[in-house]
């Protein structure tokens, strides 16, 4: 069975850092596109960045741009979101998702939810003093 599982998450102190990671098993998503997305309380999914496993490129949504940077390791079949600097505002539940190949557009990353058909469980991340 396919699965994406994120340890990780937690409190962190605003102007901190805090990595987040996903680890895929159950398949191969080597043509997948990885994903991270977040949900706030009262607020929709969204997109925040995406890597692919074959070849280079990275995604981001403009608000996180500069300050969170998505990574993999391809030996420990690992992707990581790296949140640097993050603010209150910044406190959701953080989703690794994987999408299809298909939805590769070839000059950009997909970026809504239902182009992607695996999810992880969601690891909260509080941003507080």
């Known amino acids: 069975q396919a699965q994406l599982v994120e340890p990780g998450g937690g409190l962190v102190q605003p102007g901190g850092s805090l990595r987040l990671s996903c680890s895929p098993s159950?398949?191969?998503?080597?043509?997948?596109?990885m994903g991270w997305f977040r949900q706030a309380p009262g607020k929709d999914r969204e997109f925040l960045a995406a890597?692919?496993?074959?070849?280079?490129?990275?995604y981001y949504a403009d608000y996180v741009k500069g300050r969170f940077t998505i990574s993999r390791n391809d030996a420990k079949n690992t992707v990581y979101l790296q949140m640097n600097s993050p603010k209150a505002e910044d406190t959701a539940v953080y989703y690794c998702?994987?999408?299809?190949?298909?939805?590769?557009?070839?000059?950009?990353?997909?970026?809504?939810?239902?182009?992607?058909?695996?999810w992880g469980q969601g690891t909260q991340v509080t941003v507080s003093s």
């Open positions: 159950g398949r191969t998503f080597s043509t997948f596109t």
């Open positions: 998702a994987a999408s299809p190949p298909r939805y590769y557009s070839g000059s950009d990353a997909p970026r809504v939810s239902w182009e992607y058909n695996y």
């Open positions: 890597i692919r496993w074959s070849g280079i490129g990275t």
